[in-house]
């Protein structure tokens, strides 16, 4: 139902199912389609509460019809995540479009520095079916195991997947050892088994030097 036309732009094919995706994402459709505005980043009241508490959210619309939808935002790089039963954990902008059989919630991570208005929680995906997740740049897919454990600038991550524990800890980042950096450097720390994508490019964050 999901494919890539280029690097930067997703195509879904449907056919009287429906897609999510980011709110005026949308740059190009054929065939007969409705279009509904919808609030994401978490269903039910939980979601509700978090949203508020934190900021965690994204303007979603759903498109359902018959033809092809074509989405895009900013000229990102547009990487596709099949779920197979499992979560994706992803920061809400990074998150462009999810097929129907994915459910959208938020969850609790710590205390982990995370992109400017991301708080503390951060968006799961779940479920079976496909995702389509942006990068600045092309995104790197890193792997962690047991072994050997990951560490990630607060500003280049986008998500994870896997049996993962996450937390963040002071240390050293790119910008303080090149002395771009000022006070203290924060890191996101992987332990565990499974895979995590990294952009190169880092956004702004609240967490990355305090």
Same mark, same amino acid.
Do not use: W
């Given at each position: ?80 995540? +099949? ?31 995370? +992109? ?32 050997? /454990?990951?560490?990630?600038? /607060? ?56």
């Amino acid at each position: 139902m999901f494919r890539l036309q280029g690097s930067k732009t997703l195509a879904v094919d449907l056919t009287g199912d429906a897609v999510k995706a980011k709110n005026g994402s949308m740059v190009a459709y054929d065939g007969r389609m409705t279009f509904k505005k919808m609030t994401g980043g978490g269903e039910g009241l939980r979601g509700m509460v978090t949203r508020r508490l934190t900021g965690e959210q994204m303007a979603v619309m759903e498109v359902s019809g018959q033809g092809t939808c074509y989405f895009a935002d900013r000229a990102s790089e547009i990487n596709l995540v +099949a779920l197979h039963g499992d979560k994706l954990y992803v920061e809400a902008s990074n998150l462009l479009a999810t097929d129907s059989g994915l459910r959208t919630g938020t969850t609790f991570t710590g205390l982990r520095g995370g +992109a400017s208005g991301n708080g503390l929680f951060t968006t799961t995906v779940e479920g079976t079916g496909q995702a389509a997740i942006m990068s600045e740049g092309e995104a790197v897919l890193l792997r962690v195991t047991p072994q050997y /454990p990951l560490m990630v600038d /607060p500003g280049a991550y986008i998500a994870h997947q896997g049996n993962l524990r996450q937390q963040l800890q002071s240390g050293v980042n790119f910008r303080t050892l090149i002395g771009e950096g000022s006070g203290e450097a924060f890191q996101m720390r992987f332990e565990g088994d499974g895979l995590v994508y990294v952009q190169p490019s880092e956004r702004n964050t609240i967490g990355g030097d305090v």
